[in-house]
């Protein structure tokens, strides 16, 4: 039981190109998410998944863009990256939307020159 | 709208020093409210919750409790290691919302032997 894996764990990007942040979990957990995490702002939401199909704005989503089409992964994509992307990206899953327990992944330290 | 704010870190103690994080917070209805704690060079973890007031959330000598008349959920703890340094994020969520749970800023303890 692997829990929420991240890959990759480090990205450096240019200005204006894309990449995508995947993330998986092995719970069949309905409910995932993806937070940023910037100094002395705690984390902010993204976009969230109430289930395999379904997908939502959070916070903090332009810029970004997720799709869900499985119940395993939920990838986050940067379609023109900008500095203002810099940040650490953490997914989160739980067992089903309401769920206190929310379980993180590892992260995604992301630079964007 | 909501909001959790906690105490400025980063706070530096000895080891077997006893330890106060404040966290205070503002919601519009009954939240549960958390402490989730980030080691280096990972993700979040859940520490301890509660979801109710009065209720004492506890876990690896943690203690929190949640005092709706103060809105507080301070986290505690007797005597601390060094293996206890990391990064404590008091949060919040709704009980009707199933979207969003709202992080403090953080706070970075370092425990020296």
């Known amino acids: 039981n692997a829990g929420v894996t991240q890959t990759p764990k480090f990205q450096v990007l240019k200005t204006g190109q894309s990449m995508t942040l995947q993330c998986a979990q092995d719970?069949?957990?309905?409910?995932m998410s993806w937070y940023r995490q910037d100094p002395g702002m705690g984390l902010r939401l993204i976009h969230y998944?109430?289930?395999?199909?379904?997908?939502d704005q959070g916070e903090v989503p332009n810029g970004y863009n997720v799709s869900r089409s499985t119940t395993e992964d939920f990838p986050l994509r940067l379609l023109s990256a900008a500095p203002s992307q810099t940040s650490v990206y953490f997914c989160?899953?739980?067992?089903?939307?309401?769920?206190?327990?929310?379980?993180f992944g590892p992260g995604t330290r992301l630079t964007v020159l | 709208g909501d909001s959790v704010t906690q105490m400025e870190g980063p706070v530096t103690l000895s080891e077997e020093a006893f330890l106060t994080i404040n966290c205070t917070y503002t919601?519009?209805?009954?939240?549960?409210l958390f402490w989730y704690v980030q080691y280096p060079g990972e993700g979040l973890q859940l520490l301890l919750k509660?979801?109710?007031?009065?209720d004492k959330g506890s876990n690896k000598g943690f203690e929190a409790t949640y005092r709706k008349e103060t809105t507080s959920f301070h986290l505690e703890k007797g005597s601390v290691q060094v293996s206890d340094s990391a990064v404590y994020f008091c949060?919040?969520?709704?009980?009707?919302?199933?979207?969003?749970?709202?992080f403090g800023p953080g706070t970075s303890l370092s425990v020296i032997p």
């Open positions: 949060a919040l969520k709704e009980k009707t919302s199933y979207d969003k749970v709202i």
């Open positions: 998944s109430v289930g395999a199909g379904i997908t």
């Open positions: 509660a979801t109710k007031a009065d």
């Open positions: 989160a899953s739980s067992r089903a939307a309401g769920t206190d327990t929310q379980y």
């Open positions: 719970m069949n957990h309905e409910y």
């Open positions: 919601a519009t209805g009954y939240p549960s």
